[in-house]
């Protein structure tokens, strides 16, 4: 390999203004002027093809901007880049959406939260606010009073805004229609079987083809980081289970972890054990889920009702010891929340003899089917590449070829002492999506089998100080949630709340993707395509 | 066998002993039409309960318990709670084909009813072109789908019809092969006809490889022509959440729930009819004192055993099987059951022209 030098060296050679700060995790410090260069260079020479999470900031005198964490996939690097502009009032960076498909709705949901101008992105509306909403709620100087409850229903915007560079330096706001006047538009959602929540599709068909995607999200938006805010550190837990319900375990699992990294606490043996545990747990649980509901989206109601009753095991066994079904709430800074039941042990041993049997039934009923798979083979094909640049992690990205398994890529719990294959498909089409997820079963039953014996002794829960206060500085980490990558973006003022806390959505690539891989399919496509690429959509909304 | 007939003309000589020919025969024909709107409600009550019970059975559920005995009365209730609910016009909609739409769909599903022969000297419109009154009769209903997903002014209405008109109106093709591969053998249209020529033995058995190629046509066919999964396209509800009907509420939907389940009763009967003997016993010629025992179980007790056999074959497959995109209903219909259907046409008039049937 020819990139021997380290990273900063090679950052610093492309762009000298580039600045490294130090604290927490550290991140490259760029002007927003010269920020698009080291980005193209960084995308194209240096090879970091995977935008793990673009965060905006408001970083008060030093200006607004964003935080792009970066991985290239083929070598493993990280790195975080911070672009800023001091421009308070017009604020406007570069877009990348060219550069990573993924920023497309990333950089929508920083202008919707801190009203950042992305100069050259296509279609800069708001994502998760309402069209009409005053202000920019998560920066520091946002005044709560000028959105008052509002009564009156949301106009439809049917013109997408976007920011376009002029010659001298400045740039001009230019609108596009969505769709033509003549188009056969449907709504899909937010009220509607198969988007599994409030998710909105515009869908424009022609006879049953589909032309032209629009989604819609915010339907369920609770503002969760802007919440996170104002709470202490052991409050904002309480959120992380809902979001992605169906990863409740894990989601906590990297919010803990992240907390923990930046108190710099190391948790005992048995704690990790327990998470990791808990953890493939609850990913058996949504992959059930899955099942159930993409068989229920494609009409098997019987397969539906298999994926419910053994979810229903697996939530038991949860119940038993967290006391919760859905909202588990057993993470806890520098531990878990109570021991494991005594019971725990056997009972999850049963539950995997019980459980392999039962997967050949499934793919007797459904996997094999000859309707399920014409249905599904070939159908909503998602690119490797595109894969990588939408950043769709999780078992939409295995099933495209792209071994993207935070498990492997980055360790932690455990992951790193037991052995699991990593599965990996190559047509990214929605069958693909689906075996993934069978397989990945087999594989958390097997982890789950290696860890369950050996549990080792210890504290359940680390001593911390009543009042956690972290040091200043930004930290990442990341977790394999149930579909996709979970990361919590972590920054610090030295207080005793968050000065800026997000979570990196396992679902907002996936939806972003949709429109790419569902043009010219059909209705019936769309939901498969919708089922296979699971998404949880309070997820997506935060 | 027990003749209905025997009451029935035992009646008609009593009313016209009475009074005038012309009163008499009206008076029948308005009980005749109660009897058989009051058949029809029940057979939807027990259809609709049978389907909860039996996909609860697949799907390792028990179903309606609490109402009655094994939740028997549920559907009772059911029906009585649809029928106080209002009915909701949408606005910007066409009224009176909105208003019109149901009663097409469950007219065409009680003239096609009407033409079952439950038992011997049981059946209501029973003429020398029966069958074709059949074909013809329940072919009303597509437009009935058609127009209430043109009249309710909704994208997903009317998605849900055209895959309906386009379906409906492709199996029915099928269907017709099907039934024609069995008139050839039975050189009759007439229902009644068609069961006593069964006498010695189901047409399925009767007519071996082209009746059963038949049969599997037929039932494929059938399915679709009810529209109910793996065919249940117009009315997709993770796709169309309801289809054709998503904008009636009340009893107009009613309507549609009652016709789309007696829908899968007649089409089951008329498969039991035609292929496997209506209301015939299983008789196996030779056998005389086995074909006389098999007499004794009267004729509506084999026919309800027949048709609900099939119904419960169609539900299995429904409960079991995910739904077809609307591509591939078309592909399976004129690229295979189509040619496979004259193909077995052919074969039909092979067998009875060399005279290789049973």
Not at chain 1, 424 to 433: M, P, Y
Request: with cysteine.
């Amino acid at each position: 390999m020819e990139n021997n030098t380290a990273i900063k060296d090679r950052i610093t050679a492309i762009e000298p203004a580039a600045v490294w700060s130090e604290a927490g995790d550290g991140l490259f410090k760029v002007p927003a002027a010269s920020f698009r260069h080291l980005a193209e260079q960084l995308r194209h020479a240096e090879g970091f093809d995977f935008l793990r999470s673009l965060t905006g900031v408001d970083e008060g005198e030093e200006g607004l901007g964003c935080i792009y964490h970066l991985e290239n996939t083929g070598t493993g690097e990280n790195v975080a880049v911070s672009a800023l502009d001091t421009d308070r009032e017009n604020a406007s960076l570069p877009s990348v959406h060219d550069l990573w498909k993924g920023a497309g709705f990333n950089e929508r949901e920083a202008y919707d939260f801190f009203g950042i101008k992305f100069i050259g992105h296509p279609d800069l509306r708001r994502l998760y606010l309402r069209d009409d909403w005053k202000g920019f709620p998560l920066r520091k100087d946002y005044d709560m009073s000028l959105n008052p409850l509002n009564m009156e229903n949301e106009e439809a915007n049917d013109d997408s805004p976007s920011y376009v560079m002029t010659k001298d330096g400045g740039y001009i706001l230019k609108r596009h229609p969505l769709f033509e006047d003549q188009e056969y538009v449907i709504n899909i959602g937010p009220q509607h079987p198969a988007t599994h929540g409030v998710l909105r599709f515009r869908v424009s068909l022609e006879g049953e083809i589909i032309k032209k995607l629009d989604v819609h999200c915010g339907y369920i938006h609770r503002g969760i980081e802007k919440l996170c805010e104002s709470m202490t550190y052991p409050q904002t837990l309480g959120f992380t289970d809902r979001l992605d319900y169906l990863g409740a375990m894990q989601n906590r699992h990297a919010l803990c972890m992240c907390i923990e990294k930046a108190m710099g606490l190391e948790v005992s043996d048995r704690i990790r054990y327990i998470r990791t545990i808990m953890d493939e747990l609850q990913r058996i649980d949504s992959h059930l889920l899955f099942i159930a509901c993409l068989s229920q989206d494609m009409g098997a109601l019987e397969v539906f009702f298999l994926g419910f009753r053994d979810r229903e095991k697996v939530l038991d066994i949860l119940e038993q010891t967290t006391g919760g079904r859905l909202i588990q709430a057993y993470n806890r800074i520098g531990g878990v929340q109570a021991d494991i039941h005594p019971d725990f042990v056997k009972k999850v041993k049963e539950f995997i003899k019980y459980m392999r049997p039962k997967l050949q039934e499934y793919h007797e009923i459904f996997t094999g089917n000859v309707i399920v798979q014409q249905r599904l083979e070939g159908t909503g094909v998602l690119s490797r590449e595109d894969a990588i640049s939408f950043g769709a992690t999780g078992g939409t990205g295995r099933a495209s070829g792209w071994a993207c398994d935070v498990r492997k890529r980055h360790p932690y719990g455990v992951y790193d002492k037991v052995d699991f294959k990593e599965i990996v498909l190559d047509n990214g089409d929605c069958f693909d999506r689906y075996m993934v997820r069978v397989k990945e079963i087999e594989e958390s039953l097997n982890i789950v089998e290696q860890l369950i014996d050996n549990i080792p002794e210890g504290e359940y829960l680390m001593k911390t100080k009543p009042i956690i206060k972290l040091p200043e500085g930004s930290w990442y980490s990341a977790v394999e949630g149930s579909r996709g990558e979970f990361g919590v973006y972590l920054e610090s003022r030295g207080d005793k709340s968050p000065y800026r806390l997000k979570f990196r959505s396992t679902g907002l690539p996936l939806v972003s993707c949709i429109d790419t891989i569902s043009r010219n399919a059909k209705i019936a496509d769309l939901i498969a395509i919708g089922g296979t690429l699971d998404y949880v959509v309070p997820d997506i909304d935060r | 066998m027990f003749d209905f007939g025997i009451w029935t003309s035992w009646i008609h000589s009593q009313l016209t002993a009475l009074m005038p020919e012309g009163l008499a025969i009206f008076l029948e024909c308005v009980a005749i039409g109660i009897c058989l709107l009051l058949m029809y409600v029940v057979i939807a009550i027990i259809m609709i309960y049978m389907e909860r019970k039996v996909c609860a059975a697949f799907q390792c559920r028990l179903g309606p318990t609490r109402v009655g005995p094994w939740g028997s009365i549920q559907v009772i209730c059911d029906v009585f709670k649809m029928l106080t609910k209002e009915i909701i016009t949408v606005r910007h909609s066409d009224k009176f084909l909105y208003n019109l739409a149901p009663y097409l769909v469950i007219l065409a599903s009680v003239m096609a009813f009407a033409c079952i022969p439950v038992s011997r000297g049981l059946e209501i419109l029973d003429f020398n072109v029966g069958v074709l009154f059949f074909m013809a009769a329940s072919s009303i209903g597509v437009v009935g789908i058609l127009l209430a997903g043109w009249s309710s002014n909704n994208k997903f209405s009317l998605i849900g019809a055209m895959r309906s008109g386009a379906q409906m109106i492709s199996y029915e093709l099928s269907i017709g092969l099907s039934i024609l591969t069995i008139i050839v053998l039975t050189d009759t249209m007439q229902f009644s006809e068609i069961v006593m020529r069964q006498a010695d033995g189901w047409f399925i058995f009767k007519g071996h490889i082209p009746a059963v190629i038949a049969f599997i046509i037929y039932l494929i066919a059938g399915n679709a022509e009810v529209n109910r999964g793996p065919f249940d396209l117009p009315e997709a509800e993770s796709e169309l959440t309801a289809g054709y009907h998503t904008e009636y509420s009340g009893m107009h939907f009613g309507l549609f729930y009652v016709a789309e389940f007696v829908n899968l009763f007649i089409v089951s009967s008329i498969a039991a009819t035609i292929f496997l003997g209506g209301w015939m016993p299983l008789h196996i010629p030779g056998l005389d004192g086995f074909n006389a025992v098999m007499d004794y179980i009267p004729g509506f007790v084999w026919f309800f055993a027949k048709a609900l056999f099939v119904v419960w074959l169609l539900m299995w497959i429904k409960w079991t099987f995910p739904r077809l995109r609307i591509d591939q209903i078309l592909t399976l219909e004129w690229k295979y059951l189509v040619p496979i259907g004259l193909v077995n046409l052919l074969l039909m008039v092979v067998v009875v022209v060399f005279k290789l049937h049973f």
